[in-house]
C-alpha cells in the first residue's frame, strides 16, 4: 500500500518548487523504503529545477540525505528496518562493462528503484539523480542505501552523499593528491572546501584557496587551506605560481564549472601536473584552449564524477573520519530549515551566503 508523505516538487521549468503530497510505493525487490531525516541543498538541486539537467518534470528535488530504512523489498540481504543509512546518487551495477573491468566507481548501469513515485494523481515524479529526498520518504535502490555508524547525526551525515564526497575524492581519487603536493582549489564553497580538507588529509605541503569572497576564504583556511588568493582583484594564475616557485600547482581543482575557471586551472597548473573539474557546467558552456598548449603541457584533465567514489567503501569511511574529529562535517552546515525554506536557501546558495543549508525532517 503507498505511503502518503510531503516533498519538494519542481513542478515545471524555472517555477518556485511547491510543497506537495505524494505517494511512495512499498518496496519492491532489490528496493528500499526510507524514512528521510535530514537532506542538504545543492546546486544540482537547482538545475533540475531551472530545467539544466533534462525536461522530465515533475521533478522530485532532494539527493543528498541520510535517514532510518523503514522496509526492505524481497531479495534484499544487507539492510533491514532501523538501519542509518546515507543515500548515494550512484549504485554499481556489477555487470556493465565498467564494473566487469574492476572500475564499478564508474559503473554506466547505476541502479535506481524501478517503481516511480507519484503525485496523488497518479502522475509519475523524476527523482533527482534517482534519490528525491527533499520528503519524508523515498524509494531507493537497495545498493544507493550504504549503511553508516549512527552515531553521526544526519544533518552532517547526509552531506557525502553528494557535495563532501565529491569534493573530497576529486582531490584524493580523481586527483590522487599524495604526500608534498601543491594544490590549488578554484571555489570555496562546499565541494571546494571538501576537496581541500581531502588534499589537505592526503598530505598536501600547500593548499591555496582560490574565490572572489574573503568570507569564504577564510572559512577555507579552517578546512585546512595554507594559501589564499582574492581573485577579483588579484590574477589568480600568478598568484598560484608566486606560491610555488614559479612552477605551479601539482594538482588544480575547478570548483566553479564556468570557461573561465576552467582556463585559469589550465594554465596554473605546473608542467604535467592534472587539472580535475568537479564544478558542473551548464550546458552550453564552451571552452577553447591552444592545441600547442594541450600538447605542450601535458599532464592530465580530468572529469570528477562524483569523487571517483565507491560509496559502499568510502561512506563508511568519512563517517569514521568525522567521529574522530579528522574530517569536520559539522563546519559544512550553515543552517538547518523546513521543507518550506527551500526557495529561499536557493537564493542564499546563489548568493554565496551559505556551504550548505540542510533541511532537516
Not at 227 to 249: F, I, K, Y
Request: charged share 20%; aromatic share 6%; glycine share 14%.
Amino acid at each position: 500500500m503507498p505511503h502518503e508523505a510531503r516533498a519538494v516538487v519542481a513542478v515545471k521549468r524555472g517555477a518556485p518548487v511547491e510543497v506537495l503530497p505524494i505517494l511512495v510505493p512499498d518496496p519492491g525487490p532489490g528496493e528500499v523504503l526510507v524514512s528521510v531525516q535530514a537532506c542538504g541543498v545543492c546546486h544540482t538541486d537547482l538545475h533540475y529545477r531551472e530545467g539544466a539537467i533534462g525536461d522530465e518534470f515533475p521533478y522530485l528535488l532532494g539527493h543528498e540525505a541520510a535517514g532510518l530504512v523503514e522496509a526492505v523489498g524481497d531479495g534484499v540481504a544487507d539492510l533491514a528496518p532501523g538501519d542509518y543509512v546515507v543515500l548515494a546518487w550512484r549504485a554499481p551495477c556489477g555487470q556493465c562493462r565498467s564494473c566487469r573491468r574492476g572500475r564499478p566507481w564508474y559503473c554506466f548501469a547505476s541502479r535506481n528503484a524501478a517503481q516511480p513515485m507519484t503525485l496523488r494523481d497518479g502522475t509519475p515524479l523524476s527523482p533527482a539523480l534517482g534519490i528525491g529526498a527533499f520528503a519524508e520518504k523515498t524509494l531507493v535502490a537497495a545498493g544507493q542505501a550504504v549503511k553508516v555508524d549512527p552515531s553521526a547525526r544526519p544533518e552532517a551525515a547526509g552531506l557525502i552523499g553528494c557535495g563532501v564526497m565529491a569534493g573530497y575524492g576529486a582531490a584524493v581519487h580523481t586527483g590522487g593528491v599524495g604526500s608534498g603536493d601543491t594544490v590549488a582549489v578554484i571555489g570555496c564553497g562546499g565541494v571546494g572546501n571538501a576537496a581541500i580538507a581531502g588534499a589537505s588529509r592526503a598530505g598536501a605541503r600547500r593548499v591555496i584557496a582560490i574565490d572572489l569572497d574573503d568570507g569564504k576564504l577564510d572559512a577555507a583556511e579552517r578546512f585546512g587551506a595554507t594559501d589564499t588568493v582574492n581573485s577579483r582583484g588579484t590574477d589568480p594564475v600568478e598568484a598560484v605560481r608566486q606560491l610555488t616557485g614559479g612552477h605551479g600547482a601539482d594538482v588544480v581543482i575547478d570548483a566553479v564549472g564556468r570557461p573561465e575557471t576552467y582556463r585559469q586551472g589550465f594554465y596554473m597548473r605546473d608542467l604535467a601536473g592534472t587539472l580535475v573539474q568537479v564544478g558542473v557546467p551548464d550546458p552550453d558552456m564552451r571552452i577553447e584552449l591552444p592545441l600547442i598548449d594541450l600538447f605542450s603541457r601535458g599532464g592530465a584533465l580530468k572529469s570528477s564524477w562524483y569523487g571517483d567514489c565507491l560509496p559502499s567503501r568510502d561512506f563508511p569511511v568519512l563517517i569514521d573520519l568525522f567521529l574522530s574529529g579528522k574530517l569536520d562535517l559539522e563546519r559544512f552546515v550553515s543552517e538547518t530549515i523546513t521543507l518550506h525554506d527551500i526557495e529561499a536557501a536557493f537564493g542564499k546558495m546563489q548568493r554565496g551566503e551559505v556551504l550548505r543549508s540542510v533541511v532537516s525532517l
